[in-house]
């Protein structure tokens, strides 16, 4: 069996450091594997323990998300492959999972392709489902749990409960944060990811036209970038004995005590 | 269609470049700025680049006729049996966007037994509601359901779709925009139609403090979703009209492979979308059981608490407690916060609320930019002393 776990880098959002100008400050912060993509991996690494197969671990990036898909390595996947190009340079996520879905055709096809559910960064949540799309293959997208027996069977979370899903091979997968806690890395696996050669693609190897891929592939544009963007309220400061007696506090909690 | 060239002759690679850029896209290599994947060509390296060494490339590139493609459809969500609210605050806005360019909106439903819903939402002002009902949509399957939407979009070609961002909405709209090689902007705050008919949507972006306005410029139709309660919805006219259209299911949805097994629902548990007070905690606060005093006061004020994200990644509770981007959007009619700086991923998702009270020791936090009222201070006295005094006041 062929799995395949498609991960971002992003930046580590537990330890943000905003500059004075309120944007994040770059410099200081660190790149970690998605959490949510952690997830998918697990899963996957628990999948291959059980049943056997080869995983591959698949990024699109800068040359250095080459240390995440080592880290992977290290904790259990068998190949990394990174797709870098300054023609994949401005995609939006339809431009992205075009780039996905021909790198997983170019590598072969898989039976089993997972995401995380959403990137902790950009928050949109729709390459998974693109890709899938693009793949032709059905996806489930905000799975909690699953297991592979004849068919695939899927625990989808949603707004009023959980929902089981089964379906046949091939499919993907998109996972929730922390569903599968991913493991720490084994000695033989950190020995094994120094070795390894990360398989690098670029635009060419992939064989796409300029104009399916990176920004000239995107159709969304960013047109404009606010940095003072929810508007400035000229806010009263005040103790908390004051606000205890102004009339919208009074006006907000006497409603509620009708009730 | 533009991009983003760095001249290097005029570079001096003083950085500031890299320093000003919101996505991170430019790298310092060897004193040298170099563009990479992140890069939006929102333009903001042109302007901070006092060299002017940074240019814009405008490349034409051939779009659709526009003309061809006209009206608002607004996808109507039926969960649990009920219409969901988002549908109606979607058609409101559609409403509002189709009056400049003169276009009509449309909505669409899609499942089992949902054709009585139509007859309902003739009275919210849609020109057409289209319905696709049929036993084999009983439960939501992304594949047959995007089947049905595209069918109609293929019959009704309109310019802008609009879609609910529930968990339904998120695999349903990224399936279609697919189909349609076409752009989808999801989480959208804000949305305004241009007279050429460019849907400009706002929302929150990529990691910094900033919004983004973003448009699909040569495709359509245009889609985006937007969160529940972000949108105001429309008052319910006594008067009907409008048209329903009951169309045939399309033969992919027999083909869909996915298969439901079964269907556990969680207990109603009152959503913090639904509140209309709340008390929430951030990462100003230090350690798990501190949450306790955040739960007394939503319970003395018969509201209810939610937190920032930090305390969902910390473990202290769950995402369905969270205000943000990657939680929920909220719009009480009172909050107050305690030890939230107020990033723009939570700021966007609680800045409609009627009343809103930040507590922070930082006097220039985020959150003040938003707030009503500022408590500026350690929130381990005014907390205690807060609950203390509307005790006194309840007693």
């Not at chain 1, 094994?192 to 399916?212: C, H, N, P, Y």
């Not at chain 2, 609210?85 to 409101?92: C, K, Q, Y």
Request: charged residues 25%.
């Amino acid at each position: 069996m062929k799995i395949l776990v498609c991960v971002k880098q992003v930046p580590d959002t537990t330890e943000v450091k905003l500059g004075s100008d309120l944007t994040l400050q770059r410099d200081f912060v660190a790149q970690v594997m998605n959490p949510a993509d952690e997830s998918a991996l697990e899963f996957g690494l628990r999948l291959k323990d059980e049943q056997g197969g080869k995983l591959t671990v698949l990024t699109m990036g800068k040359p250095a998300a080459e240390n995440m898909l080592r880290e992977s390595i290290a904790k259990g996947a068998d190949e990394g492959v990174l797709l870098t190009d300054a023609a994949f340079a401005g995609a939006d996520t339809l431009a992205t999972a075009r780039t996905l879905s021909r790198a997983i055709a170019f590598l072969g096809g898989f039976d089993l392709v997972l995401f995380g559910r959403r990137a902790a960064d950009g928050e949109t949540g729709q390459v998974g489902a693109m890709t899938a799309q693009m793949l032709d293959i059905p996806c489930l997208s905000n799975v909690i749990a699953a297991r592979l027996d004849e068919a695939l069977t899927a625990e989808q979370l949603t707004e009023s409960g959980v929902t089981q899903w089964r379906m046949p091979l091939p499919a993907a997968l998109t996972f929730c944060e922390w569903s599968y806690a991913l493991r720490l890395p084994t000695i033989m696996g950190l020995r094994q990811a120094k070795r390894v050669e990360i398989r690098k693609i670029d635009f060419a190897e992939l064989g796409m036209e300029r104009m399916s891929c990176g920004l000239h592939g995107s159709p969304t544009r960013v047109i404009h970038v606010d940095t003072r963007p929810v508007g400035v309220r000229p806010c009263q400061k005040m103790s908390v004995e004051d606000l205890l007696e102004t009339s919208s506090w009074n006006d907000a909690v006497s409603k509620e005590d009708k009730q | 269609m533009a991009q983003i060239a760095i001249l290097e002759r005029k570079c001096n690679g003083c950085g500031q470049c890299a320093k000003s850029c919101p996505f991170g896209a430019i790298d310092m290599n060897n004193g040298k700025p170099e563009l990479n994947a992140a890069c939006k060509v929102c333009g903001v390296c042109l302007k901070n680049c006092p060299q002017k060494a940074i240019v814009r490339l405008e490349t034409k590139v051939e779009s659709v006729d526009k003309t061809q493609w006209n009206d608002i459809l607004v996808f109507a969500e039926v969960s649990g049996g009920q219409l969901h609210p988002v549908s109606l605050e979607l058609i409101g806005k559609a409403r509002e966007l189709a009056k400049n360019v003169n276009f009509r909106v449309n909505a669409i439903l899609v499942g089992r037994g949902v054709e009585p819903f139509a007859q309902e939402l003739l009275h919210y002002g849609v020109h057409e509601v289209a319905v696709y009902d049929d036993p084999g949509l009983s439960f939501f399957r992304a594949d047959a359901y995007a089947c049905c939407v595209e069918d109609y979009i293929k019959l009704r070609k309109p310019s802008v779709v609009l879609v609910g961002a529930t968990s339904l909405g998120r695999s349903l709209a990224p399936r279609l925009s697919t189909r349609f090689h076409t752009g989808l902007t999801a989480d959208c705050t804000q949305l305004e139609l241009r007279e050429n008919t460019d849907l400009v949507q706002i929302r929150p972006a990529f990691g910094g403090n900033i919004m983004a306005q973003i448009v699909t410029t040569r495709t359509r139709p245009q889609f985006a979703t937007v969160r529940y309660k972000v949108m105001n919805a429309p008052e319910r006219s006594a008067e009907a009209a409008g048209t329903v259209l009951n169309r045939s299911i399309p033969k992919g949805v027999a083909e869909s492979p996915v298969r439901h097994v079964s269907t556990e629902p969680v207990p109603a548990v009152e959503s913090i979308s639904d509140a209309e007070i709340l008390v929430v905690g951030g990462r100003g606060l230090q350690k798990e059981s501190d949450l306790e005093m955040i739960r007394e006061l939503a319970g003395l004020l018969h509201g209810d608490w939610a937190v920032s994200r930090p305390l969902v990644e910390k473990g202290w509770t769950t995402n369905n407690r969270q205000i943000g981007l990657s939680g929920r959007t909220v719009r009480p009619k009172l909050i107050i916060t305690f030890g939230v700086s107020g990033a723009i991923q939570f700021a966007s998702c609680m800045n409609k609320s009627d009343h809103i009270i930040a507590v922070n020791s930082d006097g220039q936090a985020p959150i003040f930019e938003v707030a009503h009222i500022a408590v500026v201070g350690d929130l381990y006295q005014i907390l205690p002393d807060m609950i203390r005094r509307i005790k006194e006041a309840q007693a």
